[in-house]
């Protein structure tokens, strides 16, 4: 499954390890699942709306992390974790200590507790990566709509 993730080149293909990954630990799945992007302040990875079909990422926080991490394998593993948080959150567990605890577990178990998704899951983004703390946010959240995304889960009846 790792070789799988820092292959990945969009976000569609992380989600689709990401989905994977969750089945193999937890048993449960949701789909029909949207993406958006927005820019929100700098200490919120990105969120759920409860009973929503939307996982919204911080889309200052994935430039960020982009400009100054090397390798496509650390940005996927940096969307890893912040996808299997938010799909974590979608299938019900909705406690934020129990959700970054299991966002470890399925990053460890899927991954090796060697890859940087499993890494970054088990500790504090924002102190492993403290440029973080300064993503530009000048207060205006528009909403940016990913397509294709959750194309498994949709692909028999979304064309």
Do not use: C
């Amino acid at each position: 499954m790792a070789d799988r993730l820092d292959r990945a080149g969009e976000y569609d293909a992380v989600f689709a390890v990401v989905r994977a990954a969750v089945w193999k630990r937890l048993h449960r799945e949701r789909s029909g699942l949207g993406l958006g992007l927005a820019r929100l302040p700098a200490q919120l990875g990105g969120y759920w709306p409860v009973t929503g079909n939307m996982i919204v990422l911080n889309e200052s926080l994935v430039d960020s992390v982009r400009a100054h991490l090397g390798s496509q394998r650390e940005v996927n593993g940096f969307l890893f974790v912040l996808l299997a948080h938010e799909y974590i959150h979608t299938l019900g567990y909705l406690d934020e200590p129990s959700t970054r605890r299991l966002t470890a577990e399925v990053a460890r178990d899927a991954l090796g507790a060697d890859h940087p998704a499993a890494r970054l899951a088990s500790g504090d983004l924002w102190q492993m990566l403290p440029f973080l703390r300064d993503a530009p946010f000048d207060g205006a959240s528009h909403l940016r709509i990913v397509s294709g995304f959750d194309r498994a889960a949709t692909a028999t009846y979304i064309r």
